[in-house]
């Protein structure tokens, strides 16, 4: 397949200007989308954008995708991504995240035989990924970071477990799954006040804590489920565990 060809015969496509081979185009109102082709030729590096079409940082994270996308695929075939991103134009990217066709399954629908060709590519934060991220993993990633959104702040990389014997809530899988910063802060909240009840959480370094409640608040570093709890404060364990999903 020419793909080149192919990109210049979408509709409104348009030479991307500051980056050789490379263009954009509008396939629908309030999206933009933006491709390169990759070093070799064989496949196409595409940006693309809801309400949010940086001209500059699209140009950039297309450049920075071409010029390291073997580095990149070599850490994550699936959602592999690299820091040292220097963004343009105030943005606070820091990494850019390149996404396999098997996670992104873009054009499965009117042009099937292009998929396969096409890596997605973003900016992102260096805090939203572990780098060991499965399949599954990384299908489930790409659904919650919305990367479209230019103008995101960081979804740092965060999963959860939690059961809790007042409100009756608790999770519905067996193991811990992604979830939202907001959401971990909302149950240790919730902990106060509910013997028995538990909040389990791991960053992307795939470190993990587990914090009670026993007339007051313990956590425990919980890698291999057998830490000390220490008690702490509730302002205590929510500055902490923000920490944990910065660094």
């Not at 940086?54 to 070599?74: C, G, M, P, Y």
């Not at 059961?163 to 067996?174: C, D, E, H, M, Q």
């Amino acid at each position: 397949m020419d793909i080149r060809e192919v990109v210049t015969g979408f509709r409104d496509a348009a030479p991307l200007e500051g980056l050789d081979d490379a263009w954009t185009w509008a396939p629908a109102p309030r999206l933009d989308f933006a491709g390169a082709l990759s070093a070799d030729g064989k496949r196409l590096l595409q940006l693309n954008a809801r309400d949010s079409f940086d001209k500059d940082l699209a140009v950039a994270t297309l450049a920075f995708a071409r010029a390291h996308e073997e580095e990149i695929v070599a850490r994550n075939p699936y959602f592999g991504a690299l820091d040292g991103f220097e963004a343009p134009g105030g943005h606070r990217f820091d990494s850019v995240l390149c996404i396999a066709p098997e996670v992104h399954e873009f054009y499965d629908y009117d042009r099937p035989e292009l998929t396969p060709l096409v890596r997605l590519a973003f900016p992102a934060y260096s805090v939203e990924f572990a780098g060991d991220e499965s399949l599954k993993e990384a299908i489930t990633r790409f659904d919650l970071m919305r990367p479209n959104n230019l103008g995101r702040d960081p979804l740092p990389f965060l999963k959860m477990r939690f059961a809790n014997t007042r409100t009756l809530g608790r999770s519905t899988n067996k193991g811990r799954g992604f979830t939202d910063p907001r959401n971990l802060e909302s149950e240790l909240r919730q902990l106060d006040g509910s013997p028995g009840s538990f909040v389990e959480f791991e960053n992307r370094h795939r470190h993990v804590w587990r914090v009670e409640w026993h007339d007051g608040y313990y956590v425990a570093v919980w890698d291999t489920q057998d830490g000390e709890p220490r008690e702490t404060t509730l302002g205590e364990l929510l500055e902490f565990s923000a920490a944990q999903l910065r660094g």
